[in-house]
């Protein structure tokens, strides 16, 4: 059985596809990759040398942390993996901010010693800065996990469910089923109530259609073996590349466990 990817959306910080012929685990696999193990580049300390604005340093320091950097994996490794025993340019960034009000500072304002590291979004909003104040400051910015850390995680809104199978027997016509179903899709056709597959993909499994029905001729079950996929990245990777990354990641974890099986 040769596992099937089926793409039905996908745009730079998004995607939505189906995974068919693989099992839950596999599926659920790629989703805490996507969320935990794919390294991406995050805030991690903050030098501040002038601060008058509004926020206190700590609360400074929590709001760089969360702005999603752009990543590459051929060109940063994580901090714990690197071996140059303090800092290098393989495993840190700096970014530097001055900013002087009146004005509101966004994450564009950043400037990095590292082109490929730039804010993901540039309208991230830092601080509203009035007259007068100021805010100076250096930061140094690592690779890591989402599962350490929520400021190194790629994937946000990551879930799959199961595709939904909808079988109508013995149909009446009554049309009870279609003013039930919440997300519309059940229509009238020639032998009865029916389903197309596009629709398919929108049923919640809710199994208000079923329900309702008074004779039992709506069946909902689902796939087992098939999942449809909804993604969105923060912007550290384009959502191609988190994906690919995510499925990299399990292929390696894959084949050193076979190493140290192989040699016990």
Known sequence: MTMEVDILELSDRSAKFVLSNTTAAFANGIRRAVLADVPTIA??????????SVLYDEQLGLRLALIPL?????????????????????????????????????????VSSDDKVQAADPNVPIADLREGQKIVLEAIAQMGYGS????????????????PKIEFNGCDQCGACISECPVAIIKMGANGAEVSQEDMLKCTLCRLCEGICDIDAIDIKVDEHSFIFTM??????????????AANIIKGKATNLATILSAL
């Not at 805030?43 to 008058?52: C, M, P």
């Not at 350490?148 to 595709?163: D, E, F, I, P, T």
């Not at 990245?233 to 990354?245: A, C, F, H, Q, W």
């Open 43 to 52: 805030i991690t300390e903050v030098n501040i040398y002038n601060n008058t």
């Open 70 to 110: 752009t990543s590459n994996l051929e060109d940063f490794v994580p901090k714990d993996e690197c071996n140059c025993g303090d800092f290098c340019p393989a495993c840190q960034v700096s970014l530097t901010l001055s900013a002087e009000g009146p004005r509101i500072v966004y994450s564009r304002d950043l």
């Open 148 to 163: 350490k850390h929520s400021r190194w995680q790629a994937g946000v809104a990551c879930g799959y469910k199961n595709m």
């Open 232 to 245: 969105e990245s923060d912007g550290s990777y384009i959502m191609k590349e988190l994906v690919l990354n």
